[in-house]
C-alpha cells in the first residue's frame, strides 16, 4: 500500500512563512512524480507544484509562483512545499499527490495523473 502523510500546516500571518512535508511509506515512489495541490473552502481543487522523479525538472503554478517552492528528498520519501510571502488567498487545505505513472517526460498538473493522495493540512493566513 502507498500512504501519504501531510504536516506542516497552521496559522501564520500574511507576509510569513511555513513549510509543508509530505512523507510517503509503502510502496516506493522513488520513479512517480510528485505534486501539491490546495482547496479552498466552496473552491475547486488547484495545482500549485510539481516535482520530477529525478528532482531535475519542477513546475509552478502562476499563482504561487516565486512565492512558493517545491523540493524532494528521494533518500527519505519526502517532498516539502516551502512557502513564503503568504497571503490571506493561499488559505486552504493543502495535499500532496503522486502521480500514477513512473518516470514521465516532465512533471504533470493534471489532477488525473494521480493516483494517491494525502489527508491535507490545513494553512490558514490572518491578516
Known amino acids: 500500500q502507498v500512504q501519504l502523510v501531510e504536516s506542516g500546516g497552521g496559522l501564520v500571518q500574511a507576509g510569513g512563512s511555513l513549510r509543508l512535508s509530505c512523507a510517503a511509506s509503502?510502496?516506493?515512489?522513488?520513479?512517480?512524480?510528485m505534486g501539491w495541490f490546495r482547496q479552498a473552502p466552496g473552491q475547486e481543487r488547484e495545482f500549485i507544484a510539481a516535482i520530477s522523479w529525478s528532482i531535475s525538472r519542477t513546475y509552478v503554478a502562476d499563482s504561487v509562483k516565486g512565492r512558493f517552492t517545491i523540493s524532494r528528498d528521494r533518500a527519505n520519501n519526502t517532498i516539502y512545499l516551502q512557502m513564503n510571502s503568504l497571503k490571506l488567498e493561499d488559505t486552504a487545505v493543502y495535499y500532496c499527490?503522486?502521480?500514477?505513472?513512473?518516470?514521465?517526460?516532465?512533471?504533470?498538473?493534471?489532477?488525473?495523473?494521480?493516483?494517491?493522495w494525502g489527508q491535507g493540512t490545513q494553512v490558514t493566513v490572518s491578516s
Open positions: 499527490a503522486a502521480d500514477r505513472t513512473p518516470q514521465r517526460l516532465t512533471p504533470t498538473a493534471k489532477q488525473s495523473d494521480y493516483a494517491y
Open positions: 509503502g510502496r516506493s515512489l522513488t520513479w512517480h512524480d
